[in-house]
């Protein structure tokens, strides 16, 4: 067998160990499952009446809640890097000559998959409660496409965080950053009603460019140049968190 079809044989292993993982931790999988879904229905009927964003608020702060999403498994996947680290699995893995692109690879696509699904159930929702997208399917496939992307970067830069902390505790604070990112943002209101200096830091930090985007491919309405700078801001994010990774993952393992 060639050494790339060994690397890759190894990736789909570790893949499926961490899929797996995910499905028995029950308490993180309706975590991150779950936890969008209420706090979509919170802002949708608790705040949103007193949200003027010019359309149904719904319609308004599901892209939002979509990147929420990711956060939450972000969460779940620099703890779980961490886990195996300080519970000695990766020492094993690497006794056993399994690459340390397949062992992170792992994590992350197990992320993105968990990533996915709450994307479905929180899409689900909100169209049962008056989420009402209709745009040709050439527009779902890029705000898709872009959400993928966006979803990876987060999840490498998660598993960078995974590798840097010293316990899953402090794996699960390094993830805030990720997990706070979309309130001051587009997300939930406009940035045209914030202060000044705030507005400033909303406009110009990576999540408000892809919540627009996702916002304008799902409605049919005019993204500008939001994609260009979505895509940008996560290629960078997915670069620094692969670069990342492998530095730390040599340091912490060799």
Avoid: K
């Avoid at 587009?186 to 892809?210: C, D, K, N, Y």
């Amino acid at each position: 067998m060639s050494e790339l079809a060994l690397r890759g044989a190894q990736t789909g292993v570790m893949i499926g160990r961490c899929v797996r993982l995910s499905r028995r931790n029950i308490d993180a999988l309706l975590t991150s499952l779950v936890l969008p879904v209420l706090l979509m229905l919170l802002f949708v009927y608790l705040f949103g009446g007193a949200i003027d964003t010019g359309s149904a608020y719904v319609t308004y702060v599901v892209p939002g809640v979509l990147l929420l999403c990711a956060g939450f498994g972000a969460a779940g996947t620099a703890v779980s890097v961490t886990t195996d680290l300080t519970e000695g699995m990766i020492e094993r893995l690497r006794t056993m000559d399994v690459g340390a692109t397949s062992i992170l690879a792992g994590h992350v696509v197990a992320s993105v998959a968990r990533n996915l699904v709450a994307t479905t159930l929180v899409l689900t929702v909100a169209v049962a409660i008056g989420f009402r997208p209709a745009v040709a399917p050439s527009r779902w496939l890029a705000a898709a496409g872009l959400l993928v992307l966006f979803l990876l970067a987060v999840s490498w830069v998660s598993a960078a965080f995974g590798l840097l902390a010293r316990t899953p505790e402090a794996a699960n604070g390094y993830t805030f950053l990720v997990m706070f990112l979309p309130y001051p943002s587009s997300a939930f209101v406009p940035v045209e009603t914030m202060p000044g200096w705030l507005r400033g830091f909303a406009e110009h930090q990576p999540i408000t460019p892809v919540i627009e985007s996702l916002r304008g491919l799902l409605l049919g309405t005019p993204v500008g140049s939001a994609p260009a700078q979505a895509v940008a801001w996560s290629l960078g994010i997915l670069t620094l968190g692969v670069v990342l990774s492998a530095v730390l993952f040599r340091r912490r393992v060799g």
